[in-house]
C-alpha cells in the first residue's frame, strides 16, 4: 500500500494521537537519517470541535429547507421527497419532521432531513457532514484511529523518479488496545499488525506539502482505522484508511514503491476527499 520542512532540513519530529501499510525495513540509522522538532504529543483522542453540538443543530447549521422538495428520491431511504422520510419510525426528532427536506448549502443536493439526521447520528457524530451523493465535506471531518505515534526523519538517499532530493521518511507506531465507543466493537480488543509501519516521500515541495497534510490528517484520526484487513481478512484490526502511502524506497514492482509519476497528485486528491487541503494548513 501507500504510505516538511525547508530544502536540506536537518531534522524532524512529529508526534500525534491517531491510526496503517507494512515494511520490513528498520528504522533508518543515526548515521544516515535525522529527526526534527517535536511538534505534536501523544493524544488518545482529537478533540471535537462540535462534538457537544445538539444534532439538530448540525442540520440546520448545513442545510436549508425546501418548501416545495422536487419529485425525485431521497438516495438514503429511496422514498421519493414529496413524501415523509423512510426513517420516520426508527428516529425520533423534536424540531425536524418526517416530511421536511433540505438542500445542502454548498452542493445542492436535496435530501429528508431525518434521514440526514439519522446518518449523522450512525456516524461519528463530530460536528461534520459528507454529502451522500457527492461526497462534500460540510465541518472538519474527523475519523476512529487509535491512538499513536507518527515520527519523521529526513534520509539523504534519493526515491526512484525522483533524482534530485532526499527523501521523508515517515514512521508510524501504534499498539494493540480495546477499541472505544466510536470503533465497530467497543470494549473489544483490536489488534496492530506490522507496526511500526515506514512509509515513504520525496523530500521536495510537492513531497512536503504532502507530509504536512498527512500530519493534518494524522490529528485528525484519519489515517487509520479499526476494521477488517483486506489481505487477511482479520476483524478488529487497525488498516490504512484510504490514504494510500507508499512502503518500499527501491522499487515499484508491488505497486506500493517507486517510480510513481503520479502517486503524488493521487494522494492529494485522496485527502481532499478526506476533507483535509491546503485550506487546512496554519490552522
Known amino acids: ?10 531534522s524532524i519530529l512529529l508526534s500525534a494521537a491517531g491510526l496503517p501499510s507494512c515494511l520490513s ?31 439538530e443543530q448540525i442540520m440546520k447549521k448545513f442545510l436549508d429547507k425546501i418548501d416545495s422538495p422536487p419529485d425525485e428520491d ?73 491512538s499513536g505515534k507518527m515520527d519523521v526523519y529526513t534520509l539523504p538517499h534519493s ?9 521523508i521518511h515517515i514512521m508510524y507506531t501504534i499498539v494493540p488496545g480495546i477499541q472505544g465507543p466510536e470503533h465497530p466493537n467497543p470494549g473489544k480488543p483490536y489488534t496492530a499488525r506490522g507496526f511500526p509501519r515506514h512509509c515513504f516521500l520525496p523530500d521536495n515541495s510537492k513531497g512536503r506539502k504532502v507530509l504536512e497534510l498527512l500530519h493534518v490528517a494524522w490529528k485528525r484520526r484519519l489515517v487509520f482505522t479499526v476494521g477488517v484487513s483486506s489481505t487477511t481478512g482479520e476483524t ?4 490504512w484508511n484510504e490514504i494510500h502511502h507508499k512502503t518500499e524506497m527501491g522499487s ?32
Open 1 to 10: 500500500m501507500y504510505g516538511r520542512s525547508s530544502h536540506g532540513m536537518t
Open 25 to 55: 525495513h528498520a528504522p533508518p540509522s543515526a548515521s544516515t537519517a535525522t529527526k526534527t522538532r517535536s511538534s505534536v504529543k501523544k493524544l488518545r483522542k482529537m478533540p471535537r470541535k462540535d462534538a457537544i453540538s445538539d444534532p
Open 74 to 146: 431521497c438516495i438514503i431511504c429511496m422514498e421519493k421527497l414529496t413524501a415523509a422520510s423512510g426513517y420516520g419510525d426508527v428516529t425520533q426528532s423534536k424540531t425536524v419532521q418526517p416530511e421536511m427536506v433540505g438542500k445542502l448549502k454548498k452542493c445542492g443536493h436535496a435530501f429528508h432531513m431525518l434521514c440526514l439526521l439519522a446518518m449523522y447520528n450512525n456516524g461519528n457524530k463530530d460536528g461534520s457532514l459528507q454529502c451522500p451523493s457527492c461526497k462534500a465535506i460540510y465541518g472538519e471531518k474527523t475519523g476512529t484511529q487509535p
Open 159 to 167: 526515491l526512484p523518479g525522483h533524482p534530485d532530493c532526499g527523501t
Open 236 to 239: 478488529d484490526t487497525v488498516v
Open 252 to 283: 515499484n514492482k508491488s505497486g506500493h514503491g517507486f517510480p510513481d509519476p503520479n502517486y503524488l497528485n493521487n494522494v492529494l486528491a485522496e485527502l481532499a476527499a478526506q476533507g483535509v487541503t491546503e485550506d487546512c494548513l496554519g490552522h
